[in-house]
């Protein structure tokens, strides 16, 4: 019989707090059992929310997903991404949210290559506050679910991440999800401020290039 997880472990593997998947078992979302009073959840379920969020977090990557797992970094930013759209009171989480999420996570790759290309923060804040403006009703506590969009954005990183023989998913490659996501509003401002596929594309093999040769290789420390 598979072992069963707490609750502190789920919110481990998710990075949310205690509290959120307590929400989420509250609301249905996550399947739990009550053991002597405590919440004990299955990996089979725990991958299912996993699965239903359509973001590519795996339970025990292997050779057959090398490119399921997140990078540290890359799930602070999209935890950062759930706590701007719950900022701006927006019922989902856009690629908007993402690209302010990631340009906030300075010390990523997909920051790095932002602020190469003379990107500023404010700049594109102030854009993405014009273009969505922030909503007049709180939503609820917890972790609101991707767009459509920003689901798309995650598979199109999973495939630039393939493309580049990477083993993880960093922030580098959620960058370049969100130009590929053409629809996506973190798109449209990032090509108003310059940025294309291409450039970006480029500038990530610089700066891993570059990092390779002063430390440890990306792909062993996970951390972009």
């Not at 307590?22 to 979302?29: D, F, I, K, S």
């Not at 690629?95 to 190469?116: C, D, K, P, Q, Y």
């Amino acid at each position: 019989m598979e072992r069963l997880l707490t609750t502190e472990e789920v919110a481990e593997l998710l990075r949310i707090d205690p509290v959120t998947v307590r929400r989420l078992v509250t609301r249905g979302e996550l399947v739990a059992y009550r053991i002597a009073g405590e919440y004990r959840f299955t990996p089979a379920g725990v991958e299912n929310f996993v699965e239903s969020q359509r973001v590519v977090v795996s339970m025990a990557p292997g050779p057959n997903h090398p490119f399921a797992k997140f990078t540290e970094r890359a799930r602070k930013v999209l935890s950062l991404a759930n706590e701007e759209a719950y900022r701006y009171r927006h019922d989902g989480v856009d690629t908007e949210h993402v690209l302010l999420a990631i340009m906030s996570e300075w010390e990523g790759v997909g920051a790095r290559v932002l602020n190469r290309l003379q990107v500023q923060p404010s700049d594109v804040r102030a854009q993405i506050e014009t273009l969505h403006p922030a909503g007049e009703q709180p939503v609820g506590d917890g972790q609101l679910e991707m767009t459509q969009q920003g689901k798309a954005s995650i598979e199109l990183a999973v495939q630039e991440a393939r493309s580049l023989g990477h083993h993880y998913l960093g922030t580098e490659h959620l960058l370049l999800g969100l130009l590929r996501e053409e629809a996506g509003l973190a798109s449209q401002v990032l090509l108003k401020s310059g940025v294309t596929l291409e450039k970006a594309r480029e500038l990530v093999k610089q700066v891993l290039a570059a990092k390779q040769t002063t430390s440890t290789p990306e792909s062993e420390q996970h951390s972009a």
